[in-house]
């Protein structure tokens, strides 16, 4: 089954630039989405198809995907993009598949 | 605005079924496919189950094939997941969320979730 990797915790400094990479056998030829979910939240959908941000989301998020990597940067990183994120794809068996997660500190 | 309200949750011994339910209000219910998505305590997300628009498509992660059964029923604007043989290990909040496309989009719009824990 189709796998995707990311790093279990990261941390940015405020006002510094966050890269969340997301890895995945050529996931480049696939449509990532993000979600972000903070604690005791619901998941809200941050990036999809690579790069498009839904609307409603600060335009410091921005997504790229190429190669085997998908990247969710935060520009600007604030306190309150402190979360879990989450890459998200559709395996070529039409099952959905998410990253296992990253927890973004901001300090 | 999109509003998705998750009912059904609770305690329920391994071996038995639950029935989910989802009830969704501020958009086209019969345009979007639908998921199931769960989320396991302290651990990540775990896709469950899509339907697709008209319900002509279903498709399962390989951890539930054969004993989740994902529904709909458009005259209600509901979708329903039906959990049977349930283990410890389906312990979970579980979510609803809506497709951005008939079927294999993003998932734009999450409920707030409903916990199922498999306990004897």
């Known amino acids: 089954s189709y796998e995707l990797t990311q790093p279990p915790s990261m941390s940015v400094s405020p006002g510094q630039t966050a890269s969340i990479p997301c890895s995945g056998d050529?996931?480049?030829?696939?449509?990532v989405c993000w979600y972000q979910q903070k604690p005791g939240q619901s998941p809200v959908l941050v990036i999809y198809e690579d790069s498009q941000r839904p609307s409603g989301i600060p335009e410091r998020f921005s997504g790229s995907n190429s190669g085997n990597t998908a990247t969710l940067t935060i520009f600007g990183t604030q306190a309150v993009d402190e979360a879990d994120y989450y890459c998200q794809a559709w395996d070529s068996a039409t099952s959905g598949v998410f990253g296992g997660g990253t927890k973004l500190t901001v300090l | 605005q999109v509003h998705l309200v998750e009912s059904g949750g609770g305690v329920v011994q391994p071996g038995r079924f639950l029935r989910l339910s989802c009830a969704a209000s501020g958009f086209t219910f019969t345009d979007c496919a639908m998921h199931w998505v769960r989320q396991a305590p302290g651990k990540g997300l775990e896709w469950v189950a899509i339907i697709s628009f008209d319900g002509s498509a279903t498709y399962y992660a390989d951890s539930v094939k054969g004993r989740f059964t994902i529904s709909r029923d458009d005259s209600k604007n509901t979708l329903y997941l039906l959990l049977d043989s349930l283990r410890a290990d389906d312990t979970a909040v579980y979510y609803c969320?809506?497709?951005?496309?008939?079927?294999?989009?993003?998932?734009?719009?999450w409920g707030r979730g409903t916990l199922v824990t498999v306990s004897s």
């Open positions: 050529k996931l480049g030829d696939k449509n």
């Open positions: 969320a809506k497709d951005s496309h008939p079927i294999f989009g993003a998932l734009d719009y």
